[in-house]
């Protein structure tokens, strides 16, 4: 439903001072294609077992391949790897070598990794729900790895100004 102009200049700023982190998140599809996209809205939502949940907006074609059961990793991002926002924030075709001049490694489930974020965790798509313009999925953990300078490097916090963009 809507919301009213009043009521959603009163919202914003309230929703922007929600932290979230900044992540990469990867996929592939059935028949090999790989993306990644930029994703903020990624939180730990079980212990056993350990889950995450990842939304996604429902706009993008990456939501067939996760609706599908796909497995697919989340890339930390670190304070030092702010780089990696304007790669994976324009977002990419499909078919578009999202990809390129960036390192990766391969989950066991064979997922792209980022090489050079803080850690990743990869998982499988177990259920989701619609959250009005996104795709809510929670998502069980298979594999993770980290680097060395996981104890030591802060991971990037996002606050934004207005709770009604990214």
């Known amino acids: 439903m809507p919301i009213s102009d009043d009521l959603k200049t009163t919202i914003a700023p309230v929703l922007g001072r929600l932290p979230s982190g ?13 993306t990644g996209m930029l ?23 990456l939501n067939d391949w996760l609706r599908a059961g796909q497995p697919l990793a989340v890339s930390i991002v670190g304070e030092a790897q702010v780089n990696l926002f304007s790669h994976f924030g324009k977002g990419f075709d499909p078919g578009e070598n ?32 619609a959250a009005g313009d996104h795709i809510v999925y929670a998502v069980e953990v298979t ?15 996002h606050i934004r100004k207005n709770g009604f963009n990214y």
């Open 22 to 34: 900044v992540f990469i998140l990867t996929s592939l599809s059935g028949d090999g294609q790989e």
């Open 39 to 61: 994703a903020s809205w990624v939180q730990q939502a079980a212990f056993d077992p350990p889950m995450l949940t990842v939304a996604v907006n429902a706009k993008r074609y």
């Open 98 to 129: 999202a990809f390129e001049g960036v390192e990766v490694e391969r989950t066991p489930l064979g997922v792209p990794a980022l090489k050079d974020s803080i850690g990743w965790i990869e998982g499988r798509p177990v259920g989701s729900v």
């Open 143 to 157: 594999a993770a790895a980290s680097k060395d300078r996981l104890a030591t490097e802060r991971p990037f916090v």
